[in-house]
């Protein structure tokens, strides 16, 4: 939690502005000048980076949805996405307002992977994007230690470093050969120099069940341990260090694995939640 305090001097006295009062300052502004004004102290800076006040302003935002329409042509292998910003108009309103944000296209084979949307960017595969602008970037090839193997299965998380102010993707490979070979564990970060993944360790050997979810700098995903634990795996992006967030009970442990429905890790309230669909229901989650 930041505790400074603006002190305003003249010739005369000093007047201290109290936190709570710049942060309600800085809530009621549009965000162009909320944006700019970062650069105007160290102290600004943090305040509107902080949890608090990221908070305040998404509360005070109507409920919005990301809708996207693929298209697939087989023909040419390639990916058309079509993104739209669904919204109410008010608080109170059950009309909905939606707006056209733009239209990406890339080859069908860079987004074989989940999709994520993380604080404002898309991660499709091995392409990011920012569907406001329609603008990407491709992720950079797997390090070629991680190529020896032609049977392995890579996993990538997409999250948001909230502390940094940093976007990166966790990537899990694991090998499918015979003789398995320990997991490799790469992270890349947007906008770092030199554009290429880094690679971290983990004291923790596990295998990947299930897509991440990123919550308040934290990537969260289902797995299974060397000794058949299943847990929540949760991954800090600040300090990149994975650690067992909790263990399944065997109950919930059963349920997971022999469910033959539909999966999903949601955000719910701020807190990880397992969605589960009935492979005969089409519209309900239990």
């Known amino acids: 939690m930041i505790r400074r305090s603006l002190r305003l ?11 709570d009062l710049q942060i309600e300052i800085l809530s009621r502004l549009p965000s162009k000048s909320v944006v700019r004004f970062m650069l105007v102290s160290k102290s600004w800076r943090e305040i509107i980076l902080s949890k608090s006040f990221v908070r305040l302003q998404s509360l005070k935002q109507p409920l919005r949805f990301l809708l996207c329409f693929r298209e697939k042509d087989d023909q040419t292998g390639r990916l058309s996405c079509s993104l739209f910003s669904s919204s109410s ?7 909905i307002s939606t707006t056209f944000l733009s239209k990406i296209t890339f ?8 999709s994520y949307y993380v604080n404002g960017l898309i991660n499709m595969g091995e392409i990011i994007c920012n569907p406001c602008t329609g603008k990407t970037i491709s992720l950079p090839t797997l390090s070629n230690a991680t190529a020896a193997s032609r049977r392995r299965l890579a996993y990538r998380f997409f999250g948001y470093d909230p502390v940094n102010n940093q976007y990166k993707v966790l990537c899990i490979t694991e090998y499918l050969d015979p003789h398995p070979k320990p997991n490799h564990y790469q992270v890349f970060t947007l906008g770092a120099n030199p554009k290429t993944w880094r690679f971290i360790d983990c004291d923790i050997l596990h ?14 995903y289902i ?19 994975f650690d067992i967030f909790a263990r399944f ?18 955000n719910y309230h701020g807190k990880v939640a397992i969605a589960i669909q009935p492979s005969h229901s089409l519209s309900a989650f239990n």
């Open 107 to 114: 080859p069908l084979r860079r987004a074989s992977n989940p």
């Open 223 to 241: 797995a299974k341990t060397d000794t058949r634990m299943m847990c929540l795996m949760r991954f800090d992006l600040n300090s990149e260090k």
């Open 89 to 95: 108009l008010s608080s109170s309103s059950t009309s």
């Open 207 to 220: 295998t990947t069940w299930s897509d991440g979810l990123c919550i308040d700098g934290f990537v969260y």
């Open 9 to 19: 001097s003249n010739k005369r006295r000093s007047i201290v502005v109290p936190l």
């Open 249 to 266: 009970s065997e109950e919930m442990k059963s349920l997971y694995i022999h469910h033959d429905g539909s999966r999903k890790l949601i």
